[in-house]
């Protein structure tokens, strides 16, 4: 059995954009290599290349559009991102909703370039659906815990539960993430003993004064 994903989000953080984010990327490719993990980063666009050539780890788009390549001003196309040396997208995050007709035109742009796919979902329900367009992953996140340092690992397990089900009810295939307040290796334990398969995560690392050791205190359960 493949090791859990641990993905982390730098949003637009300032704390995780330019030597930051190649800070972060560099503390997450030495606890990867140093404990086997898959730890992987989503920074802004402007950093995705440096970062995707650089560092040997998975580095994911926090969003991107389905359009073809062609006269679309201001898009960034799944072509675009493989052309820049991402791994995948993350789609529809809860802070970049989008329609459930864009959600399907992104997951088959990726698809079509060969990408991976994590489409963001904020309850059961809608897990459900976001599994049914046969995404790689759906990460589930509830919007109240984003960021408030308390993890839906402890808070809501049974959200987690419930979701896991849901997906695998619609396709044994999908995998789950699960995220929001994830800041410890008892929250990753927890998430994965329920059944997902990684986590997501944003600022507990990004904000921490020493990712590294957060980073390591992240894998020291799995
Ligand atoms: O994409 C991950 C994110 O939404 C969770 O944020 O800061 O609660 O780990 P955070």
């Known amino acids: 059995m493949s090791l859990p994903l641990i993905l982390i989000n730098l949003k637009t953080y300032k ?61 960034v196309t799944a072509e675009a991102i493989r052309m820049a040396g991402a791994t995948g997208s993350l789609i529809n995050h809860s802070e970049r909703r989008l329609t459930l007709a864009d959600i399907e035109t992104s997951v088959r742009a990726l698809q079509a370039q060969k990408l ?17 367009l046969a995404p790689d992953y759906v990460a589930i996140e509830p919007p109240e815990l984003i960021g408030s340092g308390v993890s839906v690992s402890k808070a809501n397990p049974e959200i987690i539960r419930r979701s896991v089900a849901a997906v ?13 307040g994830i800041q410890s290796g008892e929250c990753v334990r927890i998430a994965v003993d329920l059944g997902t398969d990684g986590v997501l995560l944003a600022s507990s690392v990004v904000k921490a004064d020493d990712p590294k050791a957060v980073l390591r205190d992240l894998v020291s359960k799995i």
């Open 116 to 132: 991976v796919s994590v489409i963001c979902s904020n309850n059961e329900i809608t897990s459900a659906a976001a599994a049914a």
């Open 168 to 180: 695998h009810d619609v396709s044994p295939n999908v995998k789950v993430l699960t995220g929001a």
């Open 15 to 75: 704390e995780g954009m330019g030597p930051r984010a190649h800070a972060i990327a560099t503390a997450a490719q030495q606890v990867a290599q140093e404990s086997g993990a898959t730890i992987g980063v989503a920074p802004n666009y402007i950093d995705l290349h440096p970062l995707s050539k650089h560092f040997m780890i998975p580095v994911y788009a926090q969003h991107v559009d389905g359009s073809a390549p062609g006269a679309h001003t201001g898009q």
